[in-house]
């Protein structure tokens, strides 16, 4: 019976990790971009993660807006 009750935390944790993991922005490629551009983009997404909110809701809406700011990104001079 003990082993059915250490499932649940571990479920929960993987869940957490995997959810977490998908507002990451290591997995947008700047390196064709501008790289001042790119930067103020980063500095943008450090301001906007720091703010207040629902964690979850606020990374996703983070990642999103450097999502489109470094689209507007022009190439590499």
């Known amino acids: 019976m003990k082993s059915?009750?250490?499932?649940f935390p571990?479920?929960?944790?993987?869940i957490a990790?995997?959810?977490c993991s998908s507002y990451r922005i290591d997995?947008?490629?700047v390196t064709h971009k501008d790289p001042a551009c790119a930067r103020e983009c980063t500095g943008t997404y450090s301001s906007c993660v720091s703010g207040?909110?629902?964690k979850s809701e606020l990374l996703r809406?983070?990642?999103d807006a450097y999502a489109a700011c470094v689209k507007t990104c022009s190439k590499k001079p």
């Not at 571990?10 to 993987?14: D, E, F, G, H, S």
């Open 52 to 54: 207040d909110g629902q």
């Open 27 to 29: 997995d947008i490629d």
């Open 10 to 14: 571990a479920i929960a944790l993987a």
């Open 61 to 63: 809406a983070c990642r």
């Open 4 to 7: 059915r009750h250490l499932k």
């Open 17 to 19: 990790t995997s959810s």
